[in-house]
């Protein structure tokens, strides 16, 4: 089992920035991936930014230049440093971790919310 707590939401006007942190117990070691998921009012969940198994990195065509993810000391905490927050980017913000390449887990989410 993994546990995922996600830090950082809040409310940001149009050009700013927010700091998402996401930290993971349990059974890390079986962590092959993590990353950020957000979903807004009446859509579908999408990836934001995601660490892949490989270690590289992917990001939304629309926060490319913007958002950025990072790992902290402890692999086990990742965070999402965005930029320039634009009001399309309010969502609920998950963090996201694969383990054992299988089982998806998911953090309870934190509110973002980019006024104009």
């Known amino acids: 089992q993994v546990q995922l707590v996600e830090s950082g939401g809040g409310l940001a006007q149009a050009g700013g920035s927010l700091r998402l942190s996401c930290a993971a117990s349990g059974s890390t070691f079986s962590i092959n991936a993590m990353g950020w998921y957000r979903q807004a009012p009446g859509k579908q969940r999408e990836l934001v930014a995601a660490?892949?198994?490989?270690?590289?990195?992917n990001y939304a065509d629309s926060v490319k230049g913007r958002f950025t993810i990072s790992r902290g000391n402890a692999k086990n905490t990742i965070y999402l440093q965005m930029n320039s927050l634009k009001p399309e980017d309010t969502a609920v913000y998950y963090c996201?971790?694969?383990?054992?390449?299988?089982?998806?887990?998911w953090g309870q989410g934190t509110q973002v919310t980019v006024s104009s």
């Open positions: 996201n971790a694969i383990s054992f390449g299988k089982y998806d887990y």
């Open positions: 660490f892949t198994s490989g270690g590289s990195t």
